[in-house]
């Protein structure tokens, strides 16, 4: 392991994967988003938390506040913590077993306003910010590169709250229609560009506007992707409480399939094992974008251009969050034998879609399906377990992918009607910091 563990009392300071030297607060990482090496902040030191300890509390404002004050303690929201999980977790993220024999379950983590799993992050980060903001702050410009689902939480969680700007950038053409009329019906403080070109160019816009001198003298700068990691610490929350729920009936640890991407969900699982939560094996399973898989299997880091498929939100070339697990593991043999990776194509999403629906009776997205078929292959060839597909987005925000593989409607959220009702404000940008500058610099006094 490349920290120490600390006792759950001590404060826990922070520093950048790229250099240990300088560390700063929990408050100071987030309003940071990333560090000023460009490097992303991880735990000098890991807190441990006692299962035992979090008793058998199942709410999950309450499991989120006692396991995220190991995080937080003497920050300046720690006394605030229960305040800012109850405004983040005000919906579920119900455990739905599959089979009798508990062997099998789905983390359902799509009930939240914007139908997706990053709403847990993207509610706690709006949450703390609120809170860690006076009235002589700065002006504060959140940026955030999204695939598909980020943006809309972002967007849901930050609308409207004052002294805050958002920046949305999405790759064009390259959402489904459904997350794009999510990523442009706000307007008011929230501005939506669309990038010619990929997510990662998205990806790299952000992070060179953070490095970028004129922009940073303009605004506060912060970010609400799950670099930041007041979006990631707080998905390890549903890991903990759903890891829980399983030892607690079973006597056994969970062991997760995650559908991967930027790795922001997969980080966030394997932290909340590195804690002390009873959690198994972590299995990332990604489409066709494989650079994760083949470092795995080859040893080198090797990334590339995105690919577009059907499986859109992780459509990610050059994951970020690599930097964080790397940083955990950096001997490849841990690595190895802390997750492992599939790789599954389009034809096998839409296939295990039809067989989701047919054997389950479960409409899965398709990020939920590739999850799906990677489960399959590990039962085919391991031990069983306690295993739990981890079902990142409703599947209407994909019905023109989903409803022709199963031959019925999908059912739409009330939440998702609300915002499909709301009008649409996008601007198209090249994939370049000027534009960047410019697109940010409109509209503003």
């Given amino acids: 392991m490349s920290t120490a563990s600390a006792p759950a009392s001590a404060g826990i300071r922070y520093h950048s994967t790229r250099d240990s030297s300088s560390t700063v607060s929990f408050s100071q990482a987030l309003l940071q988003g990333l560090a000023p090496d460009g490097g992303l902040y991880v735990p000098t030191s890991w807190p441990r938390v006692d299962p035992q300890g979090l008793g058998a509390e199942t709410d999950l404002p309450a499991l989120g506040a006692r396991f995220l004050a190991a995080f937080v303690a003497d920050d300046p929201v720690a006394g605030q913590l ?3 999980t109850r405004d983040a977790f005000n919906f579920p993220a119900p455990l739905v077993p599959l089979d009798a024999g508990g062997r099998l379950a789905v983390l359902e983590l799509f009930h939240g306003p914007t139908a997706a799993f990053k709403d847990f992050g993207a509610r706690f980060l709006a949450a703390s910010f609120a809170r860690l903001r006076t009235s002589g702050s700065r002006p504060l410009t959140i940026l955030v590169a999204t695939s598909g689902d980020t943006g809309g939480a972002v967007a849901a969680a930050f609308h409207g709250r004052p002294g805050i700007e958002v920046g949305v950038l999405f790759p064009k053409g390259l959402v489904s229609p459904t997350q794009e ?73 969970a062991s997760y399939v995650i559908p991967s991407g930027n790795l922001g969900n997969a980080a966030a699982c394997i932290w909340a094992r590195e804690v002390g939560l009873p959690i198994g ?139 499909f009702a709301r009008p649409t404000q996008v601007s198209e940008i090249e994939p370049d910091l000027a534009a960047l500058r410019l697109a940010l610099r409109a509209g503003r006094a």
Avoid at 207 to 215: G, N, R, S, V
Avoid at 286 to 303: K, Q, S, Y
Avoid at 390 to 408: C, D, M, N, Q, W
């Fill in 281 to 419: 094996e972590v299995v990332l399973a990604h489409n066709v974008n494989r650079t994760v898989t083949d470092f795995l299997h080859t040893g080198e880091w090797r990334p590339r251009p995105s690919i577009a498929t059907l499986a859109s939100a992780m459509d990610v070339g050059n994951p970020s969050n690599m930097e964080r697990v790397r940083a955990l593991f950096p001997k490849l043999s841990d690595l190895r034998t802390a997750v492992s990776a599939e790789t599954v194509d389009d034809a096998t999403i839409r296939e295990r879609i039809r067989q989701g629906f047919e054997r389950y009776g479960q409409i899965w997205c398709p990020h939920t399906a590739t999850a799906a078929e990677a489960y399959e292959r590990i039962v085919a060839s391991r031990r069983p377990g306690r295993w739990v597909v981890v079902s990142t987005a409703h599947p209407a925000k994909f019905s023109e992918i989903v409803e022709p593989l199963i031959g019925r409607p999908v059912p739409v959220p009330e939440t998702l009607a609300k915002l």
């Fill in 181 to 253: 009329r999510q990523l442009t019906c706000w307007g008011g403080n929230v501005k939506s560009f669309a990038v010619r070109g990929t997510f990662d160019d998205c990806q790299r816009l952000v992070k060179q506007a953070f490095l970028d001198p004129e922009l940073r003298e303009q605004t506060q700068l912060s970010s609400a992707n799950s670099i930041n990691l007041g979006r990631l610490l707080p998905q390890a929350v549903y890991y903990a409480a759903s890891s829980l729920q399983i030892w607690r009936q079973y006597g056994e640890p």
């Fill in 82 to 84: 229960p305040e800012i």
